[in-house]
């Protein structure tokens, strides 16, 4: 099956109160030039209810750090699209994305960023991504990831597996903020 895949142009977080409970959740926003379906997708979510919609997660044969979000739709559009992520740039993404459970999806073009979309009131949904059992493979892929920074780093065996657990410890605890309600 040849799915075809949107590239992200800029990703975020937003933490609204009235979503889910205030925690932070990761936003991503693709080039859907080639892709109007991805556009009509998003604004029918305004004056529609929310669609049916399955994601799976995928790596490239040839390599773990290439990652995609598959998604499929069959209301309030049919689509199935891929959003091709490379690990090593957006881990915290990822991450984020698997312990949220969801995700802001916004379109746009190159040079947008979420922070401009958000405050133009730019179209976007919430897209949710449940477990789909690809955590375990996420867990050695991060892991690897992460050590590999820090042995460039020049730190000692220990020193990098210290390191490593401090740094996923961290960026998850940033995961489960809450914003005031």
Known sequence: MNISTVSIIDDGVIIESEWANGRPIPAIIVNADRRPDIIEYI????????GDVVVQWATALCSKKKISLVIKSSRPVSLEFAIEIDANKHHALIDGVMRNNGFYLLEGKAGDKVSTLISNQSGRIIIEVPATGFE???????????????KKQGLSRKGVINATSDYIKSMREFWQLRKNT
């Not at 996420?138 to 920074?149: A, D, F």
């Open 136 to 150: 375990q493979i996420w867990e050695g892929i991060l892991k690897k990831i992460i050590e590999k920074r820090f």
């Open 43 to 50: 604004n029918a979510h305004k004056n529609q209810p929310p």
